[in-house]
Structure formats: structure tokens, C-alpha cells
């Protein structure tokens, strides 16, 4: 029952921050380079405050939980334990992606306000929609949910056992 509760727990916390970079991606990505800055601004700055505090708590804790249920499982007798350490290892590497190119950028916009944003505000805008930074946001976007996907992927397949 230990092991259920925890599965449980591991899903839920996936799917809340897959959820979260779905919902930015959806609301935003696709319309970021029209808008003016007073709502960039604006949009940045509400997003940043509520994403920031949850976020933190939420992508660690995932990646703990999931290797606490994994502990509980017996390697190598469950194909659902390999699917959560394939799941652990995209929630890293989304999470390595969300640390190296999405909070230093944030760290930038959350101290703007319209006097004091930079000159080439606009050229960070273009670069979250069209350089690097978009390339790896939309590759965290695609391994979150592969993640998910994985995580879920035994149960919905019925390939081995939850329970060890």
C-alpha cells in the first residue's frame, strides 16, 4: 500500500509541473512577440511571482519522490521502476534546462519596471521566441512530457507491476 501511495503522490507532482510548462507554453509562447511592453512587463513580472516560489519546491520534489518510490520497488523485477528512472532522468534534465537558461532570465525581467528596461529588452523578448532559449523551452516542454508519458506508460500499458 506504501508503494501505491507514493506512485500516486510521484504522478500527481509530475503531471502539476508538466502542467505548468504546458500552460506557460500554451498562454504565452505563442504570443509573446506581439505584445507591448507595458503587458510584457506586466504578464513577466505576474508569472515570475507566481511560478517562482511553487516551482521550487515542486521540480525537486518530484525528482525526491520519485526516487524515494523507487527505492520501495525491486530493480530490475518491475518494468515500471525503469520507467520512473527514465522519468527522474527527463525531470533532471528539464530541470538542469529551467535553472540554466529560464531563471537567469527571469532574474533579469522581475527587476525592470518600464524606465528602467534595458534597450535590448526587445531582442531578449525575440530570443525567448526564436533563439536558444526557445529551442531548449520547447525541449524541456517535449521531455516534461515525455516524463509524464513515462511515468504513466506502465499502468496504461499494463507492461509488469506497480506493486513490487
Known sequence: MKLKVLQFFTVMLFALVTGVFWGTWFSLS?????ISPETFLETGHTIIKNLAGPMRFLMPGSIGL???TMLFMTRGKSMAFYYIL???ILMIV???????????????IKVWTLKSMPSNWDRIRKGMVAGWPKV??????VLET?????LNWG????VGRWED
Not at 94 to 108: A, E, F, H, K, Y
Not at 136 to 141: A, C, I, V
Not at 155 to 158: A, Q
Open 146 to 150: 515525455g516524463r509524464t508519458l513515462n
Open 30 to 34: 505563442r504570443s509573446i512577440s506581439a
Open 86 to 88: 527514465i522519468g527522474t
Open 136 to 141: 531548449l523551452s520547447n525541449l524541456k516542454t
Open 155 to 158: 499502468p496504461l500499458k499494463r
Open 94 to 108: 528539464s530541470m538542469i534546462i529551467t535553472l540554466s537558461v529560464n531563471v537567469p532570465i527571469d532574474n533579469q
Open 66 to 68: 520519485s526516487i524515494v
